[in-house]
């Protein structure tokens, strides 16, 4: 889906590129207000999007975990599955068991 591909592809952009150069350098952020922080916000969103697995009826797809890049990541993942409407109750009784596990 070119939506999930365009969201994907900021999200790493963000991640990997601007991200690092705009708001973990050492220094002072070059960035002016909450600009960093808004920065950091759309950054979450993203990953949260790809989290979700994107696509057009916008339900969560459990089997799209490409937004899964870290641990936390991961917990986030079963947290928001547990939480996610529409999903059968053996999905939502699994990402609770993960979730508590995790």
Do not use: H
């Not at 150069?21 to 759309?42: A, F, M, N, Q, Y």
């Not at 994107?54 to 089997?63: D, T, Y």
């Amino acid at each position: 889906c070119l939506r999930q591909s365009a969201v994907r592809s900021l999200f790493y952009s963000m991640r990997e590129v601007y991200v690092p150069l705009l708001i973990e350098t050492s220094e002072k952020s070059p960035l002016e207000g909450r600009l960093s922080d808004c920065l950091v916000e759309l950054d979450a969103g993203l990953q949260a999007s790809l989290r979700r697995g994107l696509v057009a009826r916008q339900n969560f797809e459990e089997k799209d975990m490409t937004g899964i890049v870290t641990a936390a990541d991961e917990v986030r993942f079963w947290d928001d599955l547990k939480n996610a409407n529409g999903v059968s109750d053996s999905a939502q009784e699994r990402a609770t068991a993960f979730a508590d596990a995790l």
